[in-house]
């Protein structure tokens, strides 16, 4: 079942900063909405209105207001449809990341991230969280790749990205207590010299 008209209005409207930060493909319809939100015809914009919000976040940039939080109690499925949640990874640090397979940074980013979930085996548990409102496009793009480290894991409904308030892709480690340390927007190399000193604070 897809999102309410109202939760839908409110993913567009993530999407559209995601394109600006992240450099999103815009050839799918989900990409179109958002860069018609993003950029309204002269009818629809008003010359006097003031830009929305503050600026966006410099992709790759490390948040840490967040840190201290648990995990948002949503629902998502793994690769045989079995419904879990981030809340039931315990015991062990987790690095979670959002993506789609529209979003060209997201799956930019997916054989470093593999790479790195491999380097850190046995102390750091890493899964993709698809935001693939077709999870069965999201699997089939999967089939295709040579991932064996990263767990994947399926969100059709966006209710991540309607927690974290996320833009794509979106990466967070949460501690062996369940709890946040950090989150970055955009791309990153999870290989490179930056994201090997981030996931050593993993604990």
Same mark, same amino acid.
């Given at each position: ?33 958002? %860069?018609?939100?993003?950029? &309204?015809?002269?009818? =629809?914009?008003?010359?006097?209105? @003031?830009? +929305?919000?503050?600026? /966006?976040? #410099? ?40 993506? %789609?397979?529209?979003?060209? &940074?997201?799956?930019? =980013?997916?054989?470093?991230?593999? @790479?790195? +979930?491999?380097?850190? /085996?046995? #102390? ?80």
């Amino acid at each position: 079942m897809f999102p309410s008209l109202s939760a839908r209005s409110a993913i567009v409207g993530l999407l559209a900063p995601a394109l600006a930060i992240a450099g999103c493909d815009k050839g799918s319809p989900a990409n179109e909405q958002a %860069a018609q939100a993003a950029n &309204p015809s002269p009818d =629809e914009a008003s010359p006097d209105e @003031a830009p +929305a919000g503050p600026p /966006a976040p #410099r992709a790759g940039a490390v948040d840490r207001s967040h840190k201290g939080e648990r995990a948002p109690d949503v629902a998502i499925s793994d690769a045989a449809g079995d419904r879990t949640t981030l809340r039931a990874a315990t015991g062990t640090p987790l690095l979670v990341n959002l993506w %789609a397979t529209w979003c060209a &940074p997201c799956v930019k =980013e997916l054989p470093t991230l593999d @790479a790195a +979930a491999r380097a850190t /085996a046995g #102390r750091l548990s890493v899964v993709a969280v698809s935001q693939d409102m077709d999870a069965g496009k999201a699997k089939a793009f999967l089939a295709t790749k040579p991932f064996a480290a990263i767990r994947p894991l399926f969100d059709p409904k966006l209710g991540l990205s309607l927690a974290y308030q996320a833009n794509l892709p979106t990466t967070i480690l949460y501690g062996s207590n369940g709890r946040e340390l950090w989150r970055v927007t955009g791309e990153l190399d999870w290989t490179g010299t930056k994201a090997k000193a981030l996931l050593a604070e993993a604990r």
